[in-house]
């Protein structure tokens, strides 16, 4: 088992930054792809960043590619994701996620993950 923990959530004004982390423990995670998804209000749950588990391959949405930033720490078992610019549209629920998804197409989908945090909340107000 893996459990995920997340924080830094909270509410901010447009164009601030927020540092999001994923805590984990449980099984060693250092193998694992650890994927950032977010559900908005009625809408479905969707793709944000992904890391691999060598920390070097990325992957990111187009709607937050040069905004956000994800990195990990394997030492402190610890994924982060940095937003920068943040918009309205940003907010949502942020949900980070850890898996082993066997094929490349699989890493932007919830498909391609195993184990889920209980997510938080990011507010951006205009």
């Known amino acids: 088992q893996v459990q995920l923990v997340e924080s830094g959530g909270g509410l901010v004004q447009a164009g601030a930054s927020l540092r999001l982390s994923c805590a984990t423990s449980?099984?060693?995670?250092?193998?694992?792809?650890i994927g950032w998804f977010r559900q908005a209000p009625g809408k479905e749950r969707e793709f944000v960043a992904a890391?691999?588990?060598?920390?070097?391959?990325?992957y990111y949405a187009d709607s937050v590619k040069g905004r956000f930033t994800i990195s990990r720490d394997n030492a402190k078992n610890t994924v982060y994701l940095q937003m920068n610019s943040l918009k309205p549209e940003d907010t949502a629920v942020y949900y980070c996620?850890?898996?082993?998804?066997?094929?490349?197409?699989?890493?932007?989908?919830?498909?391609?993950?195993?184990?889920w945090g209980q997510g938080i909340q990011v507010t951006v107000s205009s």
């Open positions: 996620a850890a898996g082993r998804p066997p094929y490349t197409s699989l890493v932007r989908t919830a498909m391609g993950y195993d184990y």
């Open positions: 449980g099984r060693a995670v250092s193998g694992y792809s």
């Open positions: 890391i691999g588990w060598g920390g070097v391959t990325t």
